[in-house]
């Protein structure tokens, strides 16, 4: 009796190495309808898309795009330039370095969705398909055309994961689930960029201040829109459009430029943002931006105390009081107890000193204390601080801060007979009272940009990011831990505390309510923690950018009423489970979320 044995079949891996599209399109007719696509929706924009005005923007008009036609036509236009590069159309190759069938998947998207959208919304509002014109129906089709086309664009299929019989019927589901996971994450994946032509000094600064121009012009654009459903339009196209700059390389190789000329940058920058309330008729949105920056400097103050020495702080929001209480007692103000009215520049360097002092006070004995007890503590202080001068109203206790009613009646600043409160006129340009604070409070902002690079920079800069990184390793070489992060504490409190004495001019008055752990409107330590966490711990333009956001989107949100937390909530929790690293990460903490990354020859002092 013989047994016959065989070898165990070896599993089959199906679509390993598989090169096709998602879609059973011939690729070439593919790439023909996505870029055909894209030029048809270019044209649609020019036609009318609703008969009556009634919908905000007034698409009516024949042959002039107006209000979401706009953006569509933005999103029109990228599909086709990515469409035309695919083909490699000479002098449009530089728009692609990292390969264009993902940016132009991305594009195709993008236009698709911001048309869709408006669509709906016009058919929601006005009460049905009825009220679409011709113009409406091309779009529909000519975008869904274009994500069909670019869809059929063929790409590297991941190797699919080894099914196991003994797995049960919700673990081959979630099996499943991350397989089409990985096969849409390819499909939109972008190439390796290819090296970058060697430019002149010259041309490289002028890309700069391009891509700093375009910048504003999108800031500006996205703070001024006058309806909710343009605003909800502009994040469709501005999110799309930028995802689909860095499928196609654009985003890396303007990084490696602004990273070649980082003074270059900065000061481009600053002169970008001194603009903009230049471009402005009015100061409705100045008012807007100067609480963005303050919000954003605080939230760049907190960013050395948690993105580089690694500390977590709940209560940061109170160093802001401290700064602002601090300005508004010596300010002059009818209700401050104190007839003091001392010069801006000593009151900031008073303010700042103040809140250094009770940096130092509340970290010299409690940072010894490492992670969710650190934080716990943090915590307790900042609701201690916003209870004291609650309670200083004279009645339970020392009349200080008059209590819930605040210090009120602050008076202008007057620097060098330049008043703030009044409107100034320069080269035929008329600035108003905001946006001579939005001047005051960028300076501001520019201090501390220097402060927190130069400090990175530094020895006790590379001491905080080895404190972070591992702080048992980091005592063990030497490093003395405690003063270390007491001095991060301290010059955090301080940039806190600087801030806060500006924002105490610009707000009149100063209340414990606007200094609470969690509130609506920023800035509160929960908003400024997400700040940091949202634009990157660690680098420069990280927290500006997230404070911007979480500035500027709940303001735009209002429409959505008691929805509007819960919205803003979702949005952050699918960022942090998509792009934990923050929308402009630190390089070494991208790493850490991405493994398959490409790890750069080097890094720089703190990882970027």
Excluded at 237 to 242: C, D, K, L, R, V
Excluded at 261 to 282: C, E, K, L, W, Y
Excluded at 361 to 384: K, W
Aim: charged share 10%.
């Amino acid at each position: 009796m013989t047994t016959q044995t065989t070898a165990p079949e070896t599993p089959r891996k199906v679509n390993a190495g598989k090169h096709a599209g998602l879609i059973g399109i011939p690729p070439q007719l593919g790439r023909a309808l996505a870029t055909g696509g894209g030029v048809l929706t270019v044209v649609s924009t020019f036609l009318a898309w609703t008969w009556t005005a009634d919908f905000p923007g007034d698409l009516t008009v024949y042959g002039y795009p107006g209000g979401l036609q706009v953006l569509v036509l933005i999103g029109g236009a990228l599909t086709t330039l990515f469409g035309l590069a695919s083909y490699g159309v000479k002098g449009l190759r530089w728009l692609t370095p990292a390969g264009a069938d993902g940016a132009l998947k991305v594009a195709a998207l993008g236009a698709f969705a911001t048309a869709w959208y408006t669509i709906i919304a016009i058919s929601a509002q006005l009460g049905g398909l009825v009220n679409l014109e011709p113009g409406a129906y091309i779009v529909a089709l000519a975008t869904l055309a274009a994500v069909l086309g670019s869809l059929a664009l063929p790409f590297q299929w991941p190797d699919p994961e080894q099914a196991d019989p003994e797995d049960t019927g919700w673990e081959q589901f979630r099996q499943k689930l991350r397989g089409i996971r990985s096969v849409i994450k390819g499909s939109l994946a972008g190439g390796t960029s290819t090296p970058a032509r060697t430019l002149p000094g010259y041309a490289e600064i002028l890309i700069i201040v391009a891509t700093l121009a375009l910048g504003l012009i999108v800031f500006t654009y996205g703070i001024g829109t006058e309806y909710d459903e343009l605003f909800v339009g502009f994040l469709i196209t501005a999110g799309f459009g930028f995802a689909a700059a860095a499928k196609a390389g654009l985003v890396g190789r303007i990084s490696a430029l602004t990273g070649k000329h980082r003074n270059v940058t900065m000061i481009g920058a600053f002169v970008a943002a001194a603009a903009f309330p230049f471009t402005q008729s009015d100061d409705q949105y100045a008012t807007i931006g100067v609480y963005i920056l303050i919000f954003a400097t605080v939230a760049l103050g907190l960013n050395i105390v948690v993105g580089l020495a690694g500390l977590l702080d709940l209560g940061y929001v109170a160093f802001l009081g401290v700064g602002a209480y601090t300005a508004a007692m010596v300010s002059g103000s009818p209700s401050s107890p104190f007839d003091i009215h001392l010069p801006f520049w000593l009151s900031a360097i008073l303010g700042a000193a103040v809140a250094m002092i009770f940096g130092v006070i509340i970290g010299a004995p409690t940072l010894r204390l490492r992670g969710d007890y650190l934080a716990i503590v943090t915590l307790g202080f900042g609701e201690i601080f916003r209870i004291t001068v609650l309670n200083m109203d004279g009645t339970s206790g020392p009349d200080i801060t008059n209590g819930s009613n605040g210090i009120s009646s602050i008076p202008n600043l007057n620097i060098l007979g330049f008043d703030f409160g009044e409107e100034h006129t320069f080269g035929g340009f008329t600035i108003a009272r905001f946006a001579n604070y939005f001047l005051l409070m960028l300076l501001i902002t520019l201090v501390v940009v220097i402060v927190f690079r130069r400090s990175s920079d530094s020895r006790i800069g590379r001491a905080w990011i080895a404190i972070r990184e591992d702080e048992t390793a980091a005592l063990a070489m030497g490093i003395n831990g405690f003063r270390v992060k007491l001095i991060a504490f301290a010059l955090g409190a301080a940039l806190a505390g600087l801030a806060g004495t500006v924002q105490a001019h610009v707000t009149y008055t100063v209340t414990p309510e606007q200094y609470q752990f969690a509130h609506v409107v920023p800035p509160n330590s929960a908003f400024l923690l997400a700040a940091v966490v949202l634009g990157g711990m660690g680098t420069i333009s990280g927290p500006l950018v997230g404070a911007a956001l979480l500035y500027l989107i709940p303001a735009k949100l209002q429409f959505l009423g008691d929805y509007q937390l819960f919205a803003f909530g979702l949005a952050l929790v699918l960022l942090m489970r998509f792009r934990p690293e923050g929308l402009i990460p630190n390089r070494r903490r991208q790493l850490e979320f991405h493994e398959e990354t490409e790890a750069p020859t080097v890094l720089g002092k703190a990882g970027a």
